[in-house]
């Protein structure tokens, strides 16, 4: 394995993301003039080109992603549904595809998202075999809610699922985690691993935004997972303080008692200010904040073992300032860019913790972390 001096920030992505087509908003019906979809390539494209105008580009270790296999996939994913989303992306006949409640896609779809979620492999991969301290993957689509037999929420496969399920299996690890901060809750990555306990899941999201009934503080895992899923619903509104809080007092304190040998992030940015799918409130400095605190966690846990794949945000000017501020934590390479709207945002009132948030951070580190250090009591008198 190489050394923590000479191993260094891995950066995965691909043209071919770029060209994954979604296509466009529209229904006459409902007076809704064609408008471009929110889940379009630019938010992707300018963070991309923002690393590279940065110089930080230059200082990262570059990774050719490939495409996922049919046995990969279905690790995490019906082989009924795999063979559904191969069908449709052969079929030339339509201009756009459904893989399930707003999860569209053009001909040769199935294609970029294999590729996408091969990213994730390629990635973990790299960081297992200690070629890399950690990797940043900028896949697309995004996948955290895509289920076991049907996408969801623009994703079609759930590449961080597909990125722990190989973990386990390839690698034999037995314990895992996965971070996801996106402001949407992970419904499928939850799903797919809510009743095994070699998974722990945490999401931190915009309670009852997307998907409506789920994510909440009572969702704790099922069967022998119980204990291994926590959820921190946090109010409308919610800015650093309510983030801070979440992290210090949830997050944190849960990687700290389930101790993975890898941590996965599902890194998105549509909780800013800027984002049009959420109403939180917070900058570029947040994100960059709470990736520094997950890499300190993986430097303490796991060796440093880091796979942070790029999931929402839908803020074409915002995203790419939050994307590289999380980069540069995760890298430790710091850049002459700065956010130009950073003391705007920052000086906005209600970035505090306000009461009601809270309680809402309270209510998930009460009874869901004491069910998870039964889970993992439980784990290791088994021998796991």
């Given at each position: 394995m190489a050394t923590p001096e000479k191993v260094s920030t891995g950066y995965l992505f691909h043209e071919s993301y770029f060209w994954h087509n979604p296509g466009f908003i529209q229904n006459f019906r409902e007076n809704l003039e064609p408008w471009r979809h929110w889940e379009n390539a630019e938010t992707k494209r300018r963070f991309h080109g923002l690393v590279q105008v940065s110089g930080l580009f230059d200082q990262l270790q570059h990774l050719k992603p490939r495409h996922a296999t049919e046995e990969e996939l279905a690790r995490v994913h019906d082989p009924a549904y795999i063979s559904r989303v191969k069908e449709m992306s052969a079929d030339e006949s339509k201009g756009h595809h459904t893989a399930g409640d707003v999860a569209t896609f053009a001909p040769g779809g199935y294609e970029i998202a294999s590729l996408a979620a091969g990213g994730a492999i390629v990635?973990?991969?790299?960081?297992?075999?200690?070629?890399?301290?950690?990797?940043?993957?900028?896949?697309?689509?995004?996948?955290?809610?895509?289920?076991?037999?049907?996408?969801?929420?623009?994703?079609?496969?759930?590449?961080?699922?597909?990125?722990?399920?190989?973990?386990?299996?390839?690698?034999?690890?037995?314990?895992?985690a996965i971070v996801d901060f996106d402001v949407h809750h992970g419904n499928g990555t939850q799903h797919i691993f809510e009743s095994d306990p070699r998974v722990l899941f945490i999401s931190v999201h915009q309670d009852s935004n997307y998907p409506l009934r789920s994510g909440y503080v009572t969702e704790t895992g099922t069967g022998e997972g119980e204990g291994a899923t926590i959820n921190v619903p946090l109010p409308p509104g919610s800015g650093s303080g309510a983030y801070k809080a979440a992290f210090e007092r949830v997050v944190l304190p849960a990687l700290e008692a389930y101790r993975p040998e890898l941590l996965l992030v599902s890194a998105g940015y549509d909780a800013s200010y800027m984002d049009m799918l959420a109403a939180m409130i917070l900058s570029s400095a947040d994100f960059g904040w709470m990736m520094a605190q997950l890499k300190a966690a993986a430097e303490r846990l796991c060796g440093g073992r880091l796979v942070a794949l790029h999931e929402g945000g839908y803020s074409e000017l915002y995203v790419p300032f939050c994307g590289l501020a999380a980069l540069q934590s995760l890298s430790g390479v710091a850049t002459a860019v700065a956010d130009p709207w950073l003391h705007e945002v920052s000086a906005w009132g209600y970035q505090d913790l306000q009461q009601h948030q809270q309680a809402a951070v309270e209510a998930a580190a009460a009874a869901p972390l004491d069910r998870l250090r039964s889970r993992v009591a439980a784990m290791e008198a088994a021998g796991m």
């Open positions: 990635a973990t991969e790299a960081v297992l075999r200690g070629e890399l301290r950690n990797a940043y993957a900028l896949v697309r689509p995004p996948g955290h809610h895509a289920e076991r037999d049907h996408g969801m929420g623009f994703c079609i496969f759930n590449n961080v699922a597909v990125a722990a399920a190989h973990a386990l299996a390839a690698h034999g690890l037995k314990r895992v």
